[in-house]
């Protein structure tokens, strides 16, 4: 059984008599990005990428005292903003991850990418929290959520290397049609095709 099977699998389970296989398989394909033609994970992907690090910029900013309370607002809404992309980034991961086969080298890098990838978030949902008494009135960013950037930012970099790497050293999410398609392609380009 593949593990896009599994998932799918695991949706009715979930979901019951509520949603039907149709719509499990429409489910499916929305997460994968089919509709669009492309993957969606590396589109929703890069919201967190860009949120995450420019609110440690954000922090920076504020603690030599550039920008006051606008800065710490900034870097607040700049976290908040990114975990909210992350929930729709998530399932769309998961998706792309479990459609690799687990003997793959790449599927190992997928669980290291996903276990970084929650914890970033973790640890800028927390940071959310930290904030949330004083980015109204504070002009400097406190320690303890400072450190949560940069640890945050680190991390985030690592997995994004991995993720990267799943992608442009395994060409996971890249070659996503069917033998059938690229027989075409080659054969219109003139191929010279074993029989099948």
Known sequence: MKFDARI???LRTLGGNTFGPAF?????NFLKGKWLGHPLHPILVHVP??????????DLLSTWQIGGNAMVRLSFYAIAFGLAASLLA????LVDWTGIK????AWKIGL??????????ALFAINLGLRLQDFRDASIVATAPLILSILGTAILIVSAYLGG????????SVARMSKDEWREIAEAGGANLPPE
């Open 112 to 121: 290291y990418h996903l276990a970084l990838n929650v914890v970033v978030t």
């Open 102 to 105: 687990k003997e793959k080298p």
């Open 49 to 58: 990428m860009a949120m995450w690090p420019g609110a440690l910029i954000f």
């Open 8 to 10: 799918l699998v695991a």
């Open 165 to 172: 790497r799943m992608t442009y050293h395994y060409g996971i």
């Open 24 to 28: 499990m398989k429409w489910l499916l």
């Open 90 to 93: 998530i399932p769309t991961g």
